[in-house]
């Protein structure tokens, strides 16, 4: 079996895609805690030897960098055949949701909760555009999953885990309380938490945790 290596900070909800994926996969990891806000990945010498991208997770397959987390979510699916979709139609909307994800909804609440919570002082008015956007987002996945069980249909897969992510750390970090909020997002939070061998970011991500403002 390989060997991996996951570099990662716990508030990294692109980091805990890969953590609760190779978990679901019955994988283990070696734990690589990077000091994003001392500026490490910002450092000439890290992109050189970890990520030339500048961004975390990196996960290491048998010493080899992998970067980017839906390419990776996507491979492991088929490596291990597992949460990739089980017919060319439950494919197609993996796809189609974990791109939206990617351009859309981690996109904005991770910047959203990076600021609301964890720098000092934030812009309001950048803070009141990424809450618009953020509550037109929530409301298309409101709508969907209140129709369908996951994202793809009535089966969980990467789409699930890669959009989950960010909305499963806690209220005061998100600034959404999704049980009164949006309450089709909450059971479908729920019916994701309820899958064998699930645990929270902070569970399985251990390290030093930014400070929190908010």
Known sequence: ??????????????????????TFCGQTFE???????????????????????GEIPVLEEDGVRLTQTAPILLKLAEQYGRLGGENAAEKFEVLRWLFWDNHKLSSYMATYRFLRTF???????????LRRRLDDFLGILERHVGEHA????????????SMIAYLHYPSDETGYDFRNSHPAI??????????PGWRSAYDLLPGKRLTHYA
């Open 1 to 22: 079996m390989p060997t991996y290596r996951l570099h990662y900070f716990p508030e990294s909800g692109n980091s805990y895609k890969l953590a609760l994926m190779l």
């Open 150 to 161: 996951f994202a793809a249909g009535d089966r969980p897969t990467v789409a699930d885990l």
């Open 186 to 195: 909450d059971r479908w939070l729920g019916r994701v938490a309820a899958l």
């Open 31 to 53: 734990p690589v805690w990077t000091d994003f806000a001392g500026g490490v990945t910002r450092s000439a010498e890290w992109r050189q030897a970890v990520n030339e991208m």
């Open 119 to 129: 720098t000092p002082s934030p812009d309001p008015n950048v803070l009141k555009f």
